[in-house]
């Protein structure tokens, strides 16, 4: 057979001629392209197509609905097409943005040399991974208030304290320029493992530690309590870091994780110092560390330890030595005393007790009294320690009248 014919369904759409060895099918180009046009067309209109069209168009339209959404857009605007947003790329340009916030104190390309300790005297050092709260080391808590500075390629391991006059010695790592002095006698630095040594933007704290008069109570790291004031403090977060002399001169450096909201014969803007470790200073006793835990940064261990501490006073507002206060007894919590917590009113009980001296109530010869008792019966409570001295004087003054 030298011709033969093709069919698309029954229509004829081309004929074989096997005479010609390459391209011997001659298609009937017109009716191919009418034949199939009309079975395009068909598949087209069909409606499970146009119920597959309707439904990306909802799509479409829903996801154009939550990019407006999350953009903010208002009503009025309208976003009229959608190009698909790569999301590795949106991630990328995310981190680049925190890294940005995260290093917004970094200089790549610094104006100067920057100092190192051999320029600077360093009077005393804490390491970053000393805990300062039972939760948080001294690095995170830099970290928290963004007081830890960011330089490229520099680790700082320590926290050092100088002399404030010896900062214009120091590079300001924000301006590149010489670091402002601080009125007050210390301030504080940052150390890094190469020994690049750059200060520390913390704020003075004005209304404490520059005032010799300023009285606030501290906690050594034995877990003694001391009545001292500080040479030098400072803002961090809503708590102070402080820098005093110790017995022998050595530097020593305090935290408070916050101030006194004042109320309750509490002033307001005071500080409950508890000792941190040093180099000198690196055995800190348990209760002590607890004093300013994670739990207890708000009123209760500040401003009802204030308080606590407060009742150890005597009329000039100072610490009454004999009582010999401890960490336990500022610590804010009452089922942890050292001793009975006694809130006196020595005045009337020397009215009470006939005790007068130059025509006022004799308040040394009450408090004797009271004392004297309160060792003997330590357990017991403040009411019953003045029934037993009112017991004991009635019974003397008897005693005086029948020898009469």
């Known amino acids: 057979m030298k011709h033969g014919k ?6 004829e759409i081309g004929t074989l001629n096997k ?23 068909d598949v087209v209109m069909s409606i499970d197509l146009r119920k597959k069209e309707i439904s990306l168009i909802k799509e479409n339209e829903k996801e154009k609905d939550l990019i407006e959404k999350a953009l903010g857009l208002e009503p009025e605007y309208e976003i009229t097409s959608i ?8 991630l990328i340009e995310e981190q ?3 890294t940005k916030k995260e290093n917004k104190n970094i200089l790549i390309n610094l104006p100067k040399k920057l100092n190192t300790t051999k320029d600077v005297n360093i009077k005393q050092e804490m ?4 805990k300062v709260t039972d939760m948080k080391t001294l690095e995170q808590i830099l970290k928290d208030n963004e007081k830890l500075p960011q330089i490229k390629n520099k680790k700082f391991i320590k926290m050092g304290i100088i ?6 010695n120091l590079l300001d790592t924000k301006t590149g320029e010489k670091a402002k002095v601080n009125t ?8 890094a493992n190469d020994g690049t040594v750059v200060p520390l933007d913390l704020k003075q704290d004005h209304q404490e530690g520059n005032n010799p008069n300023e009285i606030n109570y501290q906690v050594n790291q034995k877990g003694e309590v001391e009545q001292d004031d500080v040479t030098s403090r400072f803002k961090i977060g809503s708590g102070t870091f402080a820098v005093k002399k110790g017995d022998y001169g050595e530097i020593e450096v305090y935290h408070s994780p916050r101030k006194t909201i004042g109320g309750n014969g509490v002033e307001g803007n005071k500080s409950l110092d508890r000792q941190l470790e040093t180099d000198n200073v690196w055995i800190m006793k348990k209760e002590v560390r607890d004093l300013a835990a994670k739990y207890k940064t708000g009123y209760r261990s500040v401003e009802e330890g204030y308080q606590e501490a407060k009742m150890h006073e005597n009329e000039k507002g100072e610490i009454i030595q004999s009582d010999k206060m401890r960490v336990e007894d500022i610590d804010g919590i009452e089922n942890t005393k050292s001793h009975i917590h006694d809130n006196v009113n020595y005045e009337d009980l020397a009215i009470k007790w006939g005790y ?33 001295v009112t017991e004991e004087l009635e019974e003397q003054i008897w005693h005086e009248r029948e020898g009469r």
């Open 356 to 388: 007068y001296k130059e025509g006022k109530p004799n308040l040394e010869k009450a408090k004797q009294l009271y004392g004297e008792k309160r060792k003997e019966n330590p357990k017991a409570e403040e009411k019953e320690i003045i029934e037993m």
């Open 83 to 90: 190009a698909t947003i790569s999301l590795r790329e949106k």
């Open 184 to 191: 007050t006698r210390y301030s504080f630095v940052a150390i």
């Open 163 to 168: 002399e404030s006059d010896h900062r214009d």
């Open 19 to 41: 005479k010609i060895i390459d391209n011997n099918i001659l298609f009937k180009e017109r009716k191919v392209e009418e034949e199939l046009g009309k079975q395009i067309r």
């Open 6 to 11: 093709y069919y698309l369904d029954t229509l």
């Open 127 to 130: 390491k970053m991974n000393s």
């Open 96 to 98: 680049k943005k925190k």
